[in-house]
């Protein structure tokens, strides 16, 4: 089995499980998963359709050809490190002026998010410049390749695949991976379940739908179960759309409000409402930093 023995670098920005995280290789080889691509989905797909969907539906979504295993993506989330995230970019002069013409450009949105669940508009937009640079990177994995892939993990096969994409330096105790591992094949599949159930009531293929290499999706980075929970129909059209402005904002407003931001909230409660969005303190920091200049 070929292994990634050239991962020279990557570059992370933003740091949640549904955060956005931009990821470049140099010279790196992929590893194979397995002889026949579509096979780790196989008991996928019975489990699947154990919980109630249908399984000619998934069958033919499994057969298509841009799906399948993806070590390489999932192998992310055990070299990820919250040291590595450069979070005074989001700080600097032209970063704010971006959130500020952004306020300006969709000034009537973040005002209907602000008026009627009483989330500040300029927090709102200090999550979307960390998360997703307002929109502007989005993120190229294929959700549903990396959530069917994590939930797969569940194989201790797959699981040695993963292992052995991963550069030798950069794994961790053999122990700590088996641990994480099974956590992130049960988080997985309940996200799958959550993705397959969006993308089902909204009429989406799911094949079409990219984000970060966690999951996450939109210009809010919302995990899939998150949207099923806490998104909402900012311009009102009958759907929800993480991928349209109105939709995103109204969404982030939604979740911060759920778990208790109030208009006049103080540092203190602020910071742990935010630290909800991102289990971070330095993501919450810059979050309350970045929303304070944009007051200024």
């Known amino acids: 089995m070929k292994t990634c023995n050239a991962f020279t670098r990557f570059i992370l920005y933003g740091a949640r499980i549904g955060t956005l995280i931009v990821?470049?290789?140099?010279?790196?080889?992929?590893?194979?998963?397995?002889?026949?691509?579509?096979?780790?989905f196989v008991t996928l797909q019975a489990r699947l359709t154990q919980d109630g969907f249908d399984?000619?539906?998934?069958?033919?979504?499994?057969?298509?050809?841009?799906?399948?295993?993806e070590p390489r993506t999932v192998s992310l989330f055990f070299m990820h490190s919250e040291a590595r995230v450069n979070y005074n970019q989001f700080l600097a002069?032209?970063?704010?002026?971006?959130?500020?013409?952004?306020?300006?450009?969709?000034?009537?949105?973040?005002?209907?998010?602000?008026?009627?669940?009483g989330v500040d508009k300029e927090v709102i937009t200090a999550i979307m410049l960390v998360e997703t640079r307002l929109g502007t990177y989005l993120g190229t994995s294929s959700i549903l390749n990396t959530l069917s892939s994590?939930?797969?993990?569940?194989?201790p096969g797959l699981r040695e695949v993963v292992w052995n994409s991963m550069q030798e330096d950069r794994r961790?105790?053999?122990?700590?991976?088996?641990?994480k591992a099974n956590a992130k094949s049960a988080w997985g599949y309940q996200e799958l379940k959550a993705f397959l159930k969006y993308t089902g009531r909204e009429k989406i293929d799911p094949t079409t739908v990219h984000g970060s290499y966690a999951g996450a999706m939109g210009i809010s980075?919302?995990?899939?179960?998150?949207?099923l929970a806490y998104g909402r129909d900012g311009n009102r059209d009958g759907r929800i759309d993480l991928f349209n402005s109105s939709d995103a904002i109204m969404s982030i407003a939604n979740y911060l409000?759920?778990?208790?931001?109030?208009?006049?909230?103080?540092?203190?409660?602020?910071?742990?409402?935010?630290?909800?969005?991102?289990?971070?303190?330095?993501?919450?920091?810059?979050?309350?930093?970045?929303?304070?200049q944009l007051k200024g």
């Open 221 to 227: 980075q919302f995990m899939p179960s998150n949207i």
């Open 55 to 69: 399984s000619n539906q998934l069958k033919s979504l499994y057969q298509k050809p841009d799906v399948h295993f």
């Open 172 to 179: 961790p105790e053999r122990a700590a991976f088996e641990e």
């Open 150 to 155: 994590l939930a797969a993990l569940k194989d």
């Open 93 to 117: 002069p032209e970063a704010i002026q971006k959130a500020k013409l952004y306020i300006q450009d969709h000034l009537s949105e973040l005002n209907a998010a602000e008026d009627s669940l």
């Open 23 to 40: 990821c470049f290789w140099l010279n790196a080889a992929v590893p194979a998963a397995t002889e026949d691509s579509t096979a780790p």
């Open 257 to 292: 409000k759920n778990f208790g931001w109030k208009p006049g909230i103080s540092y203190e409660a602020a910071f742990d409402v935010v630290y909800r969005y991102n289990h971070s303190k330095v993501y919450v920091t810059t979050i309350l930093k970045i929303a304070d």
